[in-house]
């Protein structure tokens, strides 16, 4: 029996297709992005742990029996010989949630070594400094107060300690 006729055959050249349209509409309609490079490797790290997030918690909303897997029946109708076949597999599959997690987590881990890689860290740093040495100059050149940290400190959450800053600079 030639697999090209079968249901799995051509759904796969379906996904493929639709695949290749869908690649053919991003390139059209994408524009150019001008941005850093570390920049964009902490973008890729904030939206993939958002994407491991959502994916952990559809996979701890379901039940434990779906956890391991789901058994699946495929029945691909043909003919061999001239007589009707019909070819019957039973598998386990896992959960599409516990699969996209799984593809997401290893994502958010090469994306993170990457960016610690590159330096991300070191460059989050400057900009901080920077952002610090800008707040000082907006201010008179008065000095922090002191429930501020430096700016060579702030380094996660840059934009909530500069605005703590600010407020309670202001108050």
Known sequence: MHGGSTPT???AGERRVAEQQAARLAARFVT????????????????TAGEVDYWRAQVNALADEHLAGNLTTKTETG?????????????????IAVRLLAEASDR???YAAAALKAGVDERRVRITESQGQLWVSQSGGSSMP????PPSRLRIRLEDEIASCVECHTV
């Open 32 to 47: 150019r992005k001008d941005i850093h490079p570390a920049d964009a490797l902490l973008v890729l790290v904030q939206w």
């Open 108 to 110: 958010l881990a090469r």
């Open 9 to 11: 055959h051509r759904a």
């Open 146 to 149: 002191s429930t501020c940290h």
């Open 79 to 95: 003919t061999d010989k001239g007589q009707a076949t019909d070819l019957r597999t039973t598998e386990a599959a896992t959960h």
